[in-house]
């Protein structure tokens, strides 16, 4: 099997790459004799052929940001998404994996299903709404196999700018760490069991537009969180609340993950307090080998 995964260089896209090597032929957008592929352009996507299943990550992924500049981010997330779908089609390309976000704003019942009522609440969350609308579509339309993931939030090492990321570095430098809301409650799932369950997905892939939620199905405040990473860095954190900072922001979210767990015999196996743990020991190790370098 080939697959294309856009978006390969970002936080998920690596993990993701690096464990799909050891069983499949693995294309990216990274380059193409010598060219960067850009999803945003059509005719570059179509110059890669003999791919059997795209999946897709590229996407701009900041609320903060989204908020700021909406344009860009409902521009790059919806085009990208269409010109893969139309990709798909020219290429004869019949499985997408499209990853997509939480969707859902502030949960009208705890754990969340995928029958909840979809309530985005930032122009990100919004731009992969339509950008699911139009796989929905597509598949419908041109018999495409298409499976959206909604994860719930998935963390790991890294380098961008996600809240135990952040977190992280804020802890190492003694800086503080700002919450938008007291209370706040995220449903945390570990980026290895994230990929650990697209590579299942491969494995049985189903047929039309498929929905479903990831992540533990477990909620954790913000603050316990910190006290953790506190804990294992052992340096204090400073927490300052400000609820200007991420305006409508979701208090809480738990996911319902019976239906994927049930269709690909998938469960999580990594719990918070060894996800951060591993969370901070590969970060430092990154910090450790950017900083060795000539």
Not at 21 to 48: A, F, H
Not at 225 to 231: A, D, T, W
């Amino acid at each position: 099997m080939k697959i294309l995964v856009t978006g390969h260089t970002g936080f998920i896209g690596t993990s993701l790459v690096k464990k799909l090597q050891s069983n499949y032929t693995v294309l990216t957008t990274n380059k193409n004799n010598g060219r960067r592929i850009n999803v945003l352009e059509k005719s570059q996507l179509l110059d890669i052929d003999e791919v059997d299943t795209v999946i897709h990550l590229a996407s701009k992924t900041s609320i903060l940001d989204s908020i700021s500049n909406p344009y860009d981010t409902y521009y790059t997330n919806i085009v990208g998404t269409l010109n893969i779908l139309d990709y798909a089609i020219k290429r004869k390309i019949k499985n997408i994996i499209n990853i997509s976000t939480y969707t859902y704003g502030n949960p009208k019942y705890i754990p969340i299903d995928e029958n909840h009522p979809l309530c985005p609440h930032s122009p990100y969350n919004k731009s992969k709404l339509i950008s699911e609308k139009l796989c929905k579509y597509y598949s419908e339309d041109y018999k495409l196999n298409i499976v959206t993931l909604r994860p719930f939030y998935i963390y790991g090492p890294s380098h961008n700018s996600s809240f135990i990321s952040s977190a992280i570095r804020k802890v190492m430098n003694n800086e503080k760490v700002i919450l938008s809301k007291k209370n706040t409650r995220r449903d945390f799932l570990f980026v290895d069991d994230f990929v650990n369950l697209v590579h299942k997905i491969l494995l049985n892939f189903p047929e039309g537009y498929n929905v479903y939620n990831v992540g533990y199905g477990k909620s954790y405040n913000l603050e316990d969180i910190l006290r953790v990473i506190e804990s294992i860095i052992n340096k204090k954190i400073s927490i300052e609340y400000n609820s200007s900072f991420r305006p409508n922001d979701v208090v809480e979210m738990v996911a319902d993950i019976g239906k994927v767990m049930k269709k690909f015999e998938w469960s999580p196996t990594i719990d918070i307090n060894e996800g951060l743990k591993l969370t901070i020991d590969r970060y430092s190790q990154m910090i450790k080998d950017r900083d060795a370098e000539p």
